[in-house]
């Protein structure tokens, strides 16, 4: 069914799957707050003495290498290895690889250990891909159109949806590419747009694991929240700083109704 994936998002309300995030310092709170207001809930979980065991408990886990330390380094990987034991969907969001040689070689050895999905933008995915040397720090210097090959080389590869953001966002698997257009430049102003999407992207393929919903349809679903939350953010709030509540509060008021009528999803 084309539209499946509006259900999702009953089903993310439903269940509150919980999602441990093992990310970057500097978006944890706004992470934890977007996870709150969607309807899931979250667990700054990244210790190497007990990564592995929650991983084994969430329903998703998000692996974020944004501010790493030796320590996170450490409790990803044994997140990583927890998730994979029980069966847990794990998301890789591989920021600023292919920019810094540390982070690059993690995620390049990790993304062999079958994550769920992968999410980034269009400079990261190229250089995860091996197809490029990456963007400008966390700011992406390719275009979303020109990571395509890219996506489906990385979802060819290890199994994963791959998720490109950007002005118009990419679902890449097996056999299927997605065109979702939605959102809105702000969020673009606002620090945590993009990791936060890593982290209900966690959410939604924990929460639908056991539905008819796909992987594929739970990672557009979790762009589609976000971005419809973004527009409807917008036309209330026209800064940065306002917008940020804005966002959360509509992230919380979304329906599929309001996701079907803010998005534009085009099969390619």
Known sequence: MADSYLFAINILRETTPLVQCLTNAVVMQFSANVLLAAGASPAMVDTPAESEEFARTAS????????????????MHNAIS??????????????AVGGLSQRTEFAAGVVEKHPAAIRGN????????????????????????????AAQVLAARTGAVVAVSGAEDLIVSQGRVTWLESGDPMLQMVIGTGCSLGALVAAYLGATKNSDITAHDAVLAAHAHVGAAGSLAATRAARPGSFA?????ALYEVDSATIAELCSVREA
């Open 122 to 149: 269009a400079s990261e995915v190229v250089a995860l891909a091996g197809l490029g040397a990456g963007g400008r720090g966390v700011d992406a210097t390719d275009s979303v159109e020109a990571a395509l090959e």
């Open 82 to 95: 927890g998730a994979l034991a029980v069966g847990t969907p794990w998301v890789l969001d591989p920021v």
């Open 245 to 249: 509540v804005a966002f959360i509060d």
């Open 60 to 75: 998703g886990v998000l692996i974020n290498p944004g501010t790493p330390s030796t320590e996170q380094y450490q409790g």
